[in-house]
């Protein structure tokens, strides 16, 4: 069932920790199919190098395991309400990449300083919010999702493609699972040339808004020029 999307979000697990954005399995991706509102997540706790397509576990969007012999990624609730909550992601992607959750710890959102940023965030990363000591002890993987949703009241989930879950690390998120993982990886770039912008300079300000629109929009606005016609990305 799924083979390519299996494929796919074994593929998109894999970049991660490629990229070194996991540290040991403090990560996973997943992919959704919306023809069949069906999720392809990442197994809990098999080790990456011997992670095959089949080892993947397919839930229905309550969490229901449809096929797969073993346990879900512990965060797949996460995953879940944000394929609920946002209809035009296709995958998700979480780590504890290291400047991502730097930031994530400092509970400060990432602001633009520069094209690399406006290219993919139209506005600064956010933060969440603290989860309540309540939301913590019930559900917490599943108030995490509702905790990412709320800072995205004044953006888009196309224009904001990740942010930082408080005092824990970056979700990202794209239209399929790969694009998750790029995403991820853009993230940790975006936060690690943000600190040092920061370090060279304290008072270092945000880009312009016509510049952050300008590389923002040539990329994703209705008349992006940017790259070939198929490749918008
Ligand atoms: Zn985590």
Redesign the pocket.
Known sequence: MLQRLREQVLEANLELVRRNLVLYT?GNASGISREEGLVVIKPSGVPYEQMKPEHLVVTDLAGNIVEGTLRPSS?LPTHLVLYREFAEIGGVA?T?SEYATAWAQARKPIPCFGTTHADYFHGPVPATSDLTDQEIAEEYEKNTGHAIVRSLRQTRPSATPGVLVAH??PFAWGEDAGAAAHNAVILEALARMAYFTLGINAAAQPAGNTLHDKHYLRKHGKDAYYGQVEDKR
Do not use: N, R, V
């Open positions: 403090f965060d979480h504890h824990h690390g």
